[in-house]
């Protein structure tokens, strides 16, 4: 049994403690003898956040490949390099996306990369939790498509060797690198074991004219007519949509995925449809996307762009809250994945982290989601629990100096072996 009592902070207003046990919240306001026993400091407890849609090990790819558009970034600047990138590589980038992750409170993240247990060997090693699914891409392909499909059936199998903290998804990237029988196979798939199907939809409009032109539907059609479309379906971006897609997204349950900073940054040319996508009965919810198109992994960030974003968008300043914005980094995310993490409760799972409100940003303190939101950074994120573990521990988090120097090495040897 393992018990962690974290004392000295304050839960729901007042001086209390959490005391975790077997991963679990056992208590709350009582103070038993634990293994370890760790002093908040005063500090704040909140639900931890959860970065909904990543390509965690891409913080390789930071800052070489800015300022383009997203096809020529992708052919030019990625896919010619994640054609080769090792398994090594993937694991130190995915390692240092979880570093900075960790410091800004996230203790989740969904992430589609190339190599399943490169990244799921990191996970466990942090401590963290994912649903990692290994990107797919067929490019329409049928040997392609045939050796991916075989990849996912085996992947699934042994995803089984780890933790419950570890989920496998089906990831196929998108409709324009994936064929319109692989997708029905993902959908097959999911439908059959239960699994979470993971894409990106409607980024731009070049995607949609596409679609219209190739099957006569928008992707969320097209998507729908091939059994994708359901409760176990999220969809990154989901900026062009017509009202049709997004009452077919909504009645379905689907969690759309708000990357607002990748949006701008590749100029995709719209904004996510917030309002009406909440009204209709989709899962809203933030997530950074990659470093690549970001460049970092800073969910407070995140938060504050997306709803300035949307404000400005509507022209409205009451559209997506601080409160709202909180809540798709936090409870909504952790619904769709059915992980009891988005409150603090007795009884819920041991996840969560502590703000420190002594930085002058979050004082006078009259409402900590308009602070989180608006006024911090990821700095006042002072320590984070996942599983009932400390993964950081006020702001140190261990072997933090040896990821970064590895990622550098990874990211260094990468180019030196493709561009010689
Ligand atoms: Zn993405």
Redesign the pocket.
Known sequence: MNSLLVKNIIVDGKLSSIYCEDGHIAEIGVEKDADEVFDGQGCIAHPPFLNS???ASMTLFRGNGDDLPLMEWLQTRVWPYEKQISFDEIYWGGKLAMVEMIRSGITFFAD?YWNFHAVAKGVEEMGMRACLSAVFIDFDNAEVARQQKEANERLLHESKEYSNCISFAVGPHAIYTVNQDSFRWAAEFTREHDLILHT?LSETGHEVKECLEKHGCTPVEYLESLGCISNRFMA?HTVHLTEKDIRILGENRVMCMH?PV?NMKLAVGGVYPYRKLKAAGAIPSIAT??AG?NNNLDILEEMKIAALLQKHHDNDPTSLSAKEAVEMATIHPAGFFNLDCGTIHKGGLADFILINSGHAEMNPMFDLNSHLVYAANSQVVDSVVCDGKLLMRHRTIEGEEEIIAKANEASASMYKRIDG
């Open positions: 849609h990543t390509h589609m990106h990154a990357n990748s996307d990659g198109s």
